[in-house]
């Protein structure tokens, strides 16, 4: 266990140096897979999550352990249906074990894979018969899970006659599917997204580029936004992001615009400071953008606004159920905060004791972790039950905070 202790700093300019994108890395490495590595990924993140995605891909293992990794999972449950005469079985913790995965399974097996359930039926873990696949034309339910329709489309190019995927359902993280077609343009696979239909063809080309390099990613930009929100004395450069990112989480910086933190663009980057007051009650959707939720609930709870969050019954089937944990962690601190299925409420209120004694439960995941950290700034007596669940993301994150003062003593 650790405590987390703030000590004002007198200067007011930081720079953050923000960890390559795992959501952009771990689907180049599985595209450059499926292109026998003929490109040059560069400044691949050094996330757990990417590390991983590396080494099964490196080696020739007929089992793996994807323990709690969600992206890896989804991914690679495509990517070894697809791969002709060989088997895998993917194994994992036991909250994956509660992540369903029967969407992306049943869509698989629809273009020909050979899949089993080696536990519970329509739960990791997996056995995986690798097959040549046959292209198709399939429906997927698109609310469940942006990561099953991302699969599909990194192995249609790859897959005889291509893959045409008709989106069923209300569509969560839609931007994340954008994002997705404008990497595999970038690689030179061309993608027709529509509304509800992804069509892709197969792809018989060489690639159009030799190396391709990580951006910056916007979904840890999203805490030092909060950070931001906090301490309206602070100026913060972030070094190698960009306004026009193809990552879904660049719409940080106009979520954050409504708690009154302003981002001016650089030449290496953007500068974030609160720049006004923010609003007395706000309404945010985040269907498209469900990872900005800890961050932001965590702002409009600690400046104290009416806000209602929704779009995020999808929260539930994350690292943790963060629906729950997020109003039970709030809710600690003594801040008016409740949830529906697909919502959080957060209410104004005046009975927050500075002083108090709180730990931070992180139920071993980052976002938790880095969400709930930068209210040391706010209290006196602040654990945090597990500080390296970070390194699944940003691993660097807690000696980055130094930088603003926040420090950690083990206890």
């Known amino acids: ?101 029967k969407g992306l399974v049943n869509a698989l097996i629809n273009l020909g894979a050979e899949i089993s359930y080696l536990v519970n039926e329509n739960y990791p873990p997996l056995k995986i018969v690798g097959k040549k696949l046959r292209g198709n034309s ?98 913060i450069h972030l070094i190698g992001l ?26 290496d980057g953007l500068v974030i400071f609160k720049e006004k007051i923010a609003e007395d009650f706000l309404e945010f959707d985040l269907i498209n953008a469900i990872d900005l939720a800890p961050a932001l609930c965590v702002a409009c709870a600690a400046l104290n606004i009416n806000a209602t969050i929704s779009g995020l019954q999808n929260l539930k089937i994350k690292e943790s159920n963060r629906l729950l944990a997020i109003v039970t962690e709030l809710n600690k601190f003594g801040y008016d905060v409740s949830n529906s299925d697909d919502k959080i409420m957060i209410k104004q209120t005046n009975n927050i004791d500075y002083n108090q004694s709180i730990l931070i439960n992180t139920y071993n995941d980052h976002r938790m972790a880095m969400a709930f950290a930068p209210l040391a700034m706010l209290f006196n007596q602040l654990k945090i039950d597990d500080t390296t669940v970070v390194s699944k993301s940003y691993p660097h994150f807690f000696n980055d905070l130094e930088l603003v003062g926040i420090t950690i003593k083990n206890i």
């Open 1 to 101: 266990m650790n405590a987390l202790f703030y000590t004002k700093n007198n200067f007011k300019k930081v720079t953050i140096h923000l960890p390559a994108s795992k959501s952009i890395s771990n689907r180049a490495l599985i595209l450059n897979a499926l292109l026998n590595n003929k490109i040059v990924l560069n400044q691949l993140s050094l996330a757990d999550d990417t590390q991983l995605m590396l080494s099964v891909l490196s080696n020739e293992n007929h089992e793996v352990n994807l323990d709690n990794a969600g992206t890896c999972m989804r991914f690679l449950t495509a990517y070894f249906a697809c791969k002709a005469n060989k088997n895998t079985s993917l194994l994992c913790s036991e909250r994956m074990k509660q992540r369903p995965i």
């Open 138 to 235: 399939i429906n997927i339910d698109a609310s469940e899970s942006s990561q099953f329709i991302t699969a599909l489309m990194l192995i249609a190019p790859f897959v005889e006659n291509g893959i045409t995927i008709h989106l069923t359902g209300k569509i969560a993280s839609f931007d994340y599917i954008k994002m997705t077609a404008l990497l595999m343009n970038e690689f030179g696979i061309s993608v027709k997204l529509t509304d509800n239909s992804i069509a892709i063809k197969p792809y018989q080309n060489e690639p159009i580029i030799a190396d391709f390099t990580i951006e910056k990613d916007w979904s840890s930009a999203a805490f030092w936004y909060l950070i931001a929100a906090l301490n309206p004395e602070l100026s």
């Open 242 to 267: 960009s306004k026009t990112s193809i990552q879904g989480d660049h719409i940080t910086f106009k979520v954050f615009e409504k708690l009154g933190v302003s981002t001016t663009e650089t030449s």
